[in-house]
């Protein structure tokens, strides 16, 4: 496996996921919250993006 780098924390892991809203690939603990739409779609949005609220109430009426 690839060593990536978070491009919000800076943190060097194994596993990143790509926000929904800005884009960037974020790991673990940098993500808030994670949903799976349908079976093969996982929508994630990170903490920066949890805290705007336009983006929080769009994350939340995904389904």
Same mark, same amino acid.
């Given at each position: 496996m690839m060593i990536k780098r978070c491009e919000r924390c800076g943190r060097e892991t194994?596993? $990143?996921e #790509? =926000?929904?809203f800005c884009n960037k690939y974020v790991c673990r603990? =940098?993500?808030h919250a994670a949903k799976?739409? /349908?079976k $093969? /779609? /996982?929508i994630v949005i =990170? #903490?920066?993006c949890f805290g705007d609220a336009a983006k929080m109430k769009k994350y939340e009426n995904m389904k």
């Open positions: 194994h596993f $990143v #790509k =926000c929904a603990s =940098c993500e799976n739409i /349908r $093969v /779609r /996982r =990170c #903490k920066t």
